[in-house]
């Protein structure tokens, strides 16, 4: 059985760094699309983060390139978002996606991933 685990919320201040993580169950040596969505109250789920463990390839929302890095470590397992000079917002949910099968036309959009984390919130002040 697949699960996938968020980890690592927190609240900080703008312009702080914060690295959240996802532990990924169930997937012994297969590759996959991993990918990080956020939600705030009253919004849309957003793609912010994607990698193919295939190819080692990575994809990022425009609001966020530059300053998000997502990776994944070498047992395949786990994919860690590192979040730097993070910009002041409400309260979001990040959510961590996986799909173990196929192929994905769009990484960042929502429907094309499987399985789905129960979220892990981030803060960021003024």
């Known amino acids: 059985q697949v699960k996938v685990v968020e980890s690592g919320g927190d609240s900080i201040q703008a312009g702080g760094s914060l690295t959240i993580s996802c532990k990924v169950s169930g997937v012994s040596g297969r590759t996959m699309f991993m990918a990080w969505f956020r939600q705030a109250p009253g919004k849309e789920r957003e793609g912010i983060a994607a990698?193919?463990?295939?190819?080692?390839?990575?994809n990022y929302a425009d609001s966020v390139k530059g300053r998000f890095t997502i990776s994944q470590n070498k047992a395949g397992d786990t994919a860690t978002l590192q979040m730097n000079n993070l910009n002041p917002e409400a309260p979001a949910m990040y959510y961590c996606?996986?799909?173990?099968?196929?192929?994905?036309?769009?990484?960042?959009?929502?429907?094309?991933?499987?399985?789905w984390g129960q979220g892990t919130l981030v803060a960021v002040s003024c």
């Open positions: 996606a996986v799909k173990l099968s196929g192929y994905i036309n769009r990484p960042l959009r929502s429907y094309e991933y499987e399985y």
């Open positions: 990698f193919f463990s295939g190819l080692s390839r990575t």
